[in-house]
Every structure is written in structure tokens, then in C-alpha cells.
């Protein structure tokens, strides 16, 4: 399965991205990295957002284990996932022999940084985020989607309340009930947070939700990731 679509025509992506239209150096969030793109050499404030992603094949003992499996469920996911809202907007995506590549809306963090200023700011309105986010994971679940990796790390935010969820490296389609309640985990953990924060409690935000990914890890792997998708 090939992704044909042209990258947008300002950026030259190849192995070395134009340092021109990078600035600040590179941001690494999850699988892949992340790089802020700038329409200029001058310009002050990104515009885009690239995530890179490797889609290598390889072989570990007798198993063949692939990268571009995962970088290619990524990128389709990603795109099905801002087409209802739930993602960032995509600008562009491409598949090249060994990288993917996402191009996307700019938001101003993530939710767990928002969680941190929710300490001195309680202007935030976190309770409505709550709500948006289960929303999001229900729209997500009813369009057959398990995230199965998500955690205040990959829910992005603007300042407007606006939030979307990303890195979808790990997503699979899916109607285990189990699965899916996984993807809730980062909801419960996110009252309990703020009641702690609330009641001046001392608070600790996990950098993972292991369940999800524990759960038919496997399935990654088998070379059919994207059968569904075809």
C-alpha cells in the first residue's frame, strides 16, 4: 500500500530537513520525531508541526519485525482521526522507502502542561477538557479506533480550550471491550489529579498507560496492521 500524496510544496523533506524552516531544534514526543516548521528563515513563530517516522523492515533472529507496519498505521490513523476532529488538522502525509511523514496543525503543548499550570492558574477550565476528551474517545472507539498509548503526553492543546489527541503508532481497530476501556485510564487519571490539586495534594501523572499496549502487543507485529484499512 502506497501513500502517493506530494509533501506541502514549500518544505523540502528528505533525510536532512532544511534547517531554514527549522528552529529551536528538534522536539522527540513518542515514536518518531517531531520537528516545528517555519514558512522562512525569518519567521518568528512555526506554522506546521512534522512528525518523522521510521518505516524500515528488518530481521531479528527467525521474526521480521516492521517499522513501516506501524509508521503506515500511524499516518492513515492520523489522518482518519483529524478528519472527524479528533486530531490535529493534516496537511500533508507521505511514505517514502524509509521514513513516514506527517505534517500537521500547531498546537501550543500538551495536556500534561496544561496540568501543571492548572496548579497556579485554576482559570483552566479542566473539568470541561475532561469532558471534550471523553467525547473524543468515544467518537475515536464508535469509528472502530483503540488508541491503546494515550496519556496527558499525546493530548494536545491551544490556549483557545481547543485539544486534540495524537501519535496513533500503536492504535489498532478493535471492538474488545477490554481494549477500549483502556483508553480511559488517562480520563480517571486526570480527576483524581484534579481533586488532588484542588485539596493543595501532592500528585504524580504517569508518562504511560501500560495496559492498552500490553494487551495483543503482538498484533504489531504480524505484517497485517493495515488489512482493515486497505
Known amino acids: ?10 518544505y523540502e523533506i528528505k533525510d536532512k530537513i532544511d534547517p531554514n524552516y527549522i ?35 528488518y530481521l531479528y533472529g527467525d521474526k521480521c519485525y516492521s517499522d513501516r507496519d506501524i509508521a503506515m498505521n500511524e499516518i ?13 488538522l493534516v496537511y500533508d502525509i507521505a511514505l517514502d522507502d524509509s521514513k513516514g511523514y506527517i ?16 496548579q ?8 470541561e477538557i475532561i469532558v471534550i476528551l471523553k467525547s473524543y474517545i468515544e467518537k475515536m472507539h464508535e469509528h472502530g479506533i483503540v488508541h491503546r498509548d494515550l496519556s496527558s503526553n499525546n493530548i494536545m492543546y491551544k490556549t483557545d ?3 486534540a489527541i495524537i501519535d496513533y503508532g500503536f492504535s ?6 477490554k481494549l477500549r476501556s483502556y483508553d480511559y485510564d488517562v480520563i480517571n487519571e486526570l480527576i483524581e489529579i484534579k481533586k488532588k490539586i484542588d485539596n493543595n495534594e501532592k500528585f504524580e501523572l504517569k508518562k504511560i498507560h501500560l495496559g492498552g499496549l500490553v494487551e495483543n502487543f503482538t498484533f504489531l507485529y504480524n505484517g497485517n496492521i493495515c488489512d482493515d484499512w486497505s
Open 1 to 10: 500500500m502506497e501513500i502517493k500524496l506530494q509533501l506541502i510544496n514549500d
Open 23 to 57: 528552529k529551536g531544534g528538534l522536539i522527540r514526543r513518542g515514536y518518531g520525531n517531531v520537528y516545528e516548521l517555519y514558512h522562512g528563515a525569518h519567521s518568528a513563530t512555526a506554522e506546521y508541526v512534522l512528525k518523522t517516522l521510521p518505516a524500515n523492515t
Open 161 to 163: 480550550g481547543s485539544i
Open 172 to 177: 489498532i481497530y478493535s471492538k474488545n471491550e
Open 103 to 118: 505534517v500537521m496543525e500547531k498546537y501550543d503543548g500538551t495536556l500534561q502542561d496544561l496540568i501543571y499550570l492548572y
Open 120 to 127: 497556579t492558574d485554576k482559570s483552566i477550565k479542566l473539568d
Open 76 to 88: 492513515y490513523i492520523t489522518k482518519t482521526m483529524s478528519d472527524l476532529g479528533i486530531a490535529p
